[in-house]
T-cell receptor, first 109, second 116 residues
Framework: KNEVEQSPQNLTAQEGEFITINCSYS?????LHWLQQHPGGGIVSLFM???GKKKHGRLIATINIQEKHSSLHITASHPRDSAVYIC???????????FGTGTSLTVIP | KAGVTQTPRYLIKTRGQQVTLSCSPI?????VSWYQQTPGQGLQFLFEYFSETQRNKGNFPGRFSGRQFSNSRSEMNVSTLELGDSALYLC???????????????FGPGTRLLVL
């Protein structure tokens, strides 16, 4: 049973397109994290959300706590956005940290 | 401010051996978490240390252990290595961490372990 589900698994877009990656979770959470992993392994934390919406440059993350759903949007996508995007949740009980399987994004020039 | 550093970056071991990986957090960060990433299982949480105490633990066998020193540096140890332990091992640090993880985590570059 996966506590965190992401869709799509793979995504190819043309440069300039608007991109949406979805994350659904089944546990009560205290926070949701969006992570970016480039080839080679390095992971960067993009957002941490517990409610509402956050924006950083061309990236926007939203969360709906009632529906247990979050989205990561990339506006005006660029080839340098090509990476794996991972959703992770911190449950509000227990001692785990659950990860989605990731969305592999390729942006073609 | 220097980022999270991990040593070694690459490691090859054989089955049955043991291995120790090291993680130095960002200066001032007291929480260090460890993660395993494999193609089949994705990212999985191993454990978290704060002030030299293991505060949280994931679902891994006892062969996986760790510790944290007074300067917040952390090590993880895997004994009796199995082929399935081949993975990228990542550590991340944050100021206080904690079971609810309401802080941004800063990740190191990882140690890639290959077990033959």
């Amino acid at each position: 049973k996966n506590e965190v589900e992401q869709s799509p698994q793979n995504l190819t877009a043309q440069e300039g397109e608007f991109i949406t990656i979805n994350c659904s979770y089944s546990v009560g959470i205290s926070a949701l994290h969006w992570l970016q992993q480039h080839p080679g392994g390095g992971i960067v934390s993009l957002f941490m959300l517990s409610s509402g919406k956050k924006k950083h440059g061309r990236l926007i993350a939203t969360i709906n706590i009632q529906e247990k759903h979050s989205s990561l949007h990339i506006t005006a996508s660029h080839p340098r956005d090509s990476a794996v995007y991972i959703c992770a949740v911190s449950p509000n009980t227990g001692n785990q940290f659950y990860f989605g399987t990731g969305t592999s994004l390729t942006v073609i020039p | 401010k220097a980022g999270v550093t991990q040593t070694p970056r690459y490691l090859i071991k054989t089955r049955g051996q043991q291995v120790t990986l090291s993680c130095s957090p960002i200066s001032g960060h007291r929480s260090v978490s460890w993660y395993q990433q494999t193609p089949g299982q994705g990212l999985q949480f191993l454990f978290e240390y704060f002030s030299e105490t293991q505060r949280n633990k994931g679902n891994f066998p006892g062969r996986f252990s760790g510790r944290q020193f007074s300067n917040s540096r952390s090590e993880m140890n895997v004994s009796t290595l199995e082929l399935g332990d081949s993975a990228l091992y990542l550590c991340a640090s944050s100021l206080r961490g904690g079971p609810t993880y309401q802080e941004t985590q800063y990740f190191g570059p990882g140690t890639r372990l290959l077990v033959l």
